[in-house]
Every structure is written in C-alpha cells, then in structure tokens.
C-alpha cells in the first residue's frame, strides 16, 4: 500500500507559486520522500527528493517538517507546462535500488 | 545518451496471445523494474530485479512474466492469463537512489 496521503488535485495560476502537500506520518528514520510528475501518457520524471533537510534544485523546493510526517513541493513559478500529475513517494534507498509505491497523486492543473 | 528505451510505443494483440514487451537501459543500473498503469490511476508495480538472474514479484505479478539475463534488458511477457491486459506499461531503472522512467508501450488488447 502507499504511505503517503496527497490531495487528488490542485489549480494554480501560472506565474505564481504552486505548493503541493503531502502526509507520511508512518515514515521511517531511514526512509526518503521523493517527488515525481507525470505529464499525460509519459513515462514520470524525477524531481527531487530528501531525508530530512529541505531541499532546493532548479525544478522545486522539497520543505520537509521537523518530525518529517509531512512534506511539500513547491514550485516557485508555475508554468502551463508544469500541468501534471505530482506523486510524493518514501522509500528506502540500498544498494540496489528500493521499490517505488505509488499513490494516486495530485493532479496540478496551471490556469492562464 | 544514456536512457531507457522501451518498444514498441503502441502494440496491439488478439485475445489470448501472449506479447512481449520490450526495456533496454544503458545506465548501467543494477534495478529494474515493471508497472502498470490504468486510466485515471496510480502506478502499480508487477515485478522488479535487483540483480541479473533474479527477479521478484510485485503487487500485481499475475498474468505477467520476466527475465533478467542481461544487465541491460529486462523484458515483460503479457500472458493469457493476465485477464485485464489493456493498459499502459512503464519501465524504470535504478542505481539505487532516484528512478529513471522509460516512455512507456500503450498495450491494447481486441
């Protein structure tokens, strides 16, 4: 089953920030969260992912809480192409590679 | 550039037969893995490999088949007695941390 609880959808206005919530609260010590979007009929595509410190690349900013039960992606600046569905996944990372269990997810729709 | 690829992109396929579908990675990633996806839904993972000649069920294995002879090539066979094959399969690779997605096979059962 998924551990993570995300809203099922989310409008934003394109140019302004999109903040995307998401509930781990059965998150493990040595679990990550990881977020990834995927545009209809693509395969999905990595975005960022942390343990317990925020975290900031070029795509979105991962705002993890202090008891790491709660997370969000922010998008700073919503562009229409960043309509997608959002999925927040924890999973452990070893050496050979973890299993990804998705949710439902949350799909963003970006308005002109 | 280095990637997965998956083919075909669409397959259509009679009742009844099995189809394979194909995942080559040039990541050199040890992980390997099958979902599936239907309209409106989530990902649901059918098998996954850690490492070449093994491989393990995942949440959704029946009706499905895989081979990890290669590093580079993990294979799914759809067979007939999968009873809901029409959907949408993905597959990923990994080197332990972070997921690469391929695009993906459309698969339509008549």
């Known amino acids: 089953d998924a551990k993570t609880t995300q809203p099922p959808s989310m409008d934003c206005a394109e140019g302004r920030a999109a903040n995307l919530p998401c509930n781990h609260s059965t998150i493990s010590g040595n679990e990550y969260v990881y977020w990834y979007r995927q545009i209809h009929s693509q395969g999905p595509q990595y975005i960022i992912h942390g343990l317990k410190n925020n975290e900031t690349n070029e795509m979105a900013s991962l705002i993890i809480t202090e008891d790491r039960k709660s997370s969000t992606l922010i998008l700073p600046h919503a562009t229409l192409r960043d309509t997608a569905v959002y999925y927040c996944?924890?999973?452990?990372?070893?050496?050979?590679?973890?299993?990804?269990?998705f949710g439902q997810g949350t799909e963003l729709s970006v308005k002109p | 550039d280095g990637g997965i690829t998956q083919s075909p992109k669409y397959l259509f396929r009679k009742e009844g037969q099995n189809v394979t579908l194909s995942c080559e990675q040039n990541?050199?990633?040890?992980?390997m893995y099958w979902y599936r996806q239907d309209p409106g839904q989530g990902l649901r993972l059918i098998y996954y490999?850690?490492?070449?000649?093994?491989?393990q069920k995942g949440d959704i294995a029946e009706g499905y088949s895989v081979s990890r002879e290669k590093k580079e090539s993990f294979p799914l066979t759809v067979t007939s007695a999968q009873k809901n094959p029409t959907a949408f399969y993905l597959c990923?690779?990994?080197?332990?941390?972070?997921?690469?997605f391929g695009s993906g096979t459309r698969l339509t059962v008549v």
């Open positions: 990923a690779s990994s080197p332990g941390d972070g997921y690469t």
């Open positions: 996944i924890v999973m452990v990372i070893y050496n050979q590679g973890g299993k990804l269990i």
């Open positions: 990541l050199n990633h040890d992980a």
């Open positions: 490999s850690q490492i070449v000649n093994d491989f």
